[in-house]
């Protein structure tokens, strides 16, 4: 600590002596406590400084400081370290400090800030003129210096030196995930500032993104992004790299400093994790010299782009931040996806397994965590079982890449995959990598595929088989960890009399499912389009069921509450049906069964939503809270109720 009672610590004394000496003045003033405090980057002064100030740089302001208040007399260096060197003035500064109210009860820590506080309150005008033409008002440092420190319960790294996620929100664990996954990617050994950098700059809508777009419009962010890529990319193997992870043991000290940094941010704030905007601003503090020369190079101002992370985050509601997704039991997942992907047991029978071993992380390696083909008329419950497994297994439905193979319909179009090479339009963009480069634990769902060109699949075939793909910069993207799901509805009418059979089984013994399986397999061969060495990769072929009438009933039950549920949070309506709505509902969905349950949420939109909104906005109704919703047999009635 830089001040000690009841005198000032040897420290403190040589640091005020070589101040002295440089003024050539005859005592010691706050002046000199200013200086001395300027030379220490981790003086409570130059943090306060830097949280006003990002690009606040402690050795000009200690030069101008010191032009201000040197003296033109030659005055002898004193002999030695005297308490008659102290100035009045730096005397009552202490006596000030000391007998503040806060005095008594405050930390050594803090004491130190509220000391650096008196200094600056003590100041001549002409070094206070100093302080505010560099951009750090002293009435606002001495606000910042005087407010009490943040006692933080977050650790960043846990007893093995592994980063602690759960100190940090979505958005900048997100950052972190990039961060490890370029650096694997990559065949990195360590991880370094470019690669943080590239981090935050790869983050599609994340903060340094907006903040170039709005505060620097000149700086064309996806350029930036792709200079660094090429950066990173000659520091590595090109290989990838799976023993990089997020420990302390593979990062630069300024990469650590980073993050110490950003917990500090976090503390100020009083925020309960650690946010993107900690973490950008907690690395831009870091001062490192390859991060201030690189966007410098790149014409970024690293001061606006400091103050706009700074306004981000000031006008942020922290406490509001969403609890981490619960991690639920076998049990609960398994109830969950029964009662959300409603008619398709069997299917689910199928990919119980999977989830288990995924659970227990018993992955198999070199190869993608399950390769699951989805087959069945649309509007089954394909892409909803691929949804509720990203939620369920990787805790959030954003952990969904979704690729609709309708887009990749040309030979050409394959490239969307890996993006374009380099130096042409489209270089970075590759769908799939950056999808696994963002979300390295994710369900990969490949919709349609019959809808995509057959070259298509020469690019994914190595995917499919061992997990992983190479983008077109050479970076190796890892899928090793995510579910593959492809869907189709190829060959659905030579599967119709298996389709029947299959949905009105029930709950079928191992022996039935692998029966199915084949049979589905020989016809899908059949078709023109499936080549052996795809289905070959493929782990679980599942075949989806029609919708039996008890499946309607339930779905079309479950679409009505969320209605009423809306009508009630949205407009303060009560709503109601009668259960012969549901029966001509239900009857109308067999008729249209080959729609699947997309024909329950028109019906419900038809039939139920649109006459209410009829009804509540007929003017003879201004007042009614509530109606109810009844079908005579021939049309639809709505009714008033109470509400």
């Known amino acids: 600590m830089f001040w000690e009672e009841p005198d000032l610590s040897p420290a403190a004394q040589q640091a005020l002596r070589s101040a002295l000496m440089e003024t050539s003045l005859r005592s010691v003033e706050p002046e000199h406590a200013l200086l001395a405090l300027l030379e220490d980057e981790q003086s409570p002064l130059v943090k306060a400084a830097r949280y006003l100030k990002p690009s ?12 201000n208040v040197k003296s033109a007399l030659s005055v002898p260096p004193p002999p ?5 060197l102290l100035h009045r003035r730096f005397q009552e500064m202490i006596t000030s400090a000391r007998s503040a109210p806060e005095w008594a009860d405050a930390t050594p820590e803090y004491r130190n800030q509220l000391m650096c506080a008196a200094v600056i309150q003590s100041l001549k005008a002409g070094a206070k003129l100093v302080l505010t033409s560099a951009g750090v008002p002293p009435a606002e440092l001495e606000t910042r210096l005087r407010k009490p420190i943040v006692q933080t319960t977050l650790n960043l790294f846990d007893a093995a030196g592994a980063v602690n996620m759960a100190a940090f929100d979505r958005a900048a664990q997100k950052i972190l995930r990039l961060i490890e996954s370029e650096g694997q990617g990559r065949g990195l050994n360590r991880i370094v500032s470019s690669l943080v950098l ?12 907006t903040a170039l777009r709005l505060q620097t419009p000149m700086v064309d962010p996806r350029k930036l992004r792709d200079n660094l890529s090429l950066h990173v990319q000659a520091l590595g193997t ?4 799976n023993d990089l992870a997020l420990r302390k043991e593979f990062m630069q000290p300024a990469v650590v400093m980073m993050l110490e940094r950003s917990l500090s941010e976090a503390a100020a704030v009083d925020a309960q994790r650690i946010g993107e905007a900690e973490l950008l601003k907690g690395f831009l503090l870091a001062g490192d010299a390859f991060v201030e020369s690189f966007l410098r190079g790149e014409k970024v101002d690293i001061s606006e782009l400091s103050r706009y992370v700074t306004q981000r985050r000031t006008g942020e509601v922290r406490l509001g931040e969403p609890e981490p997704p619960k991690q639920l039991s076998i049990e609960e997942i398994d109830q969950h996806l029964r009662s959300s992907v409603i008619g398709q047991e069997q299917a689910i029978d199928i990919v119980m397994p999977m989830i288990k071993r995924l659970r227990f992380g018993y992955t198999r390696k070199g190869r993608p965590a399950g390769v699951l083909l989805f087959v069945g008329l649309s509007g089954t419950g394909k892409t909803q079982l691929a949804k ?7 805790g959030d439905e954003e952990q969904l890449i979704f690729l609709e193979m309708g887009q990749f319909g040309s030979e050409y179009s394959k490239t969307s995959f890996v993006g374009a090479p380099p130096g042409l339009v489209g270089y970075g963009e590759g769908i799939l990598t950056n999808g696994l480069r963002d979300k390295p634990e994710s369900v990969v769902l490949f919709d349609e595929v019959e809808k995509a060109h057959k070259s298509v699949f020469d690019v994914v075939l190595r995917f ?31 599967l119709e009399q298996l389709i029947q059979e299959q949905t009105h089984a029930g709950r079928m013994s191992h022996d039935a499912r692998a029966s199915i399986r084949s049979q589905v397999r020989n016809t899908l061969m059949k078709v023109d ?7 070959n990769r493929v782990d679980e072929i599942v075949l989806f069921n029609r919708f039996t009438r008890d499946a309607f009933h339930r779905i079309m039950t479950r679409l009505l509450k969320n209605e009423k549920a809306r009508f009630h949070d949205d407009k303060e309506l009560a709503v109601a049906w009668d259960e012969n709505l549901i029966e001509f509902l239900v009857n109308t969905c067999e008729q249209r069964s080959d729609e699947g349950a997309r024909a329950c949420g028109r019906l419900v939109s038809d039939f139920f939503v649109t006459p209410l909104i009829d009804f509540f906005l007929n003017p003879l109704n201004v007042n009614t809270r509530g109606a109810r919703v009844r079908w005579d047999g021939e049309q639809i009635v709505v009714e008033s109720m109470p509400s």
């Not at 606040?56 to 032009?67: E, G, K, Y």
């Not at 090109?238 to 790299?241: A, E, L, Y």
């Open 238 to 241: 090109g290989r990838f790299n």
């Open 56 to 67: 606040f740089n402690p050795r000009t302001m200690r030069d101008n400081v010191l032009i």
């Open 464 to 494: 499919l088989d061992e997990g992983q793909i190479s983008d077109a910069g050479g970076a190796v993207r890892d899928g090793r960890r995510c579910v593959l799901v492809l869907t189709s509805n190829l060959g659905i009418r030579e």
């Open 529 to 535: 389009f499936f080549r052996p060495e795809f289905l």
């Open 388 to 394: 509720e497994i990203a939620r369920s297994v990787y």
């Open 80 to 84: 030695a370290w005297s308490s008659q």
């Open 198 to 209: 590239l981090g935050f700059a790869s983050a599609d809508g994340g903060i340094m993104q």
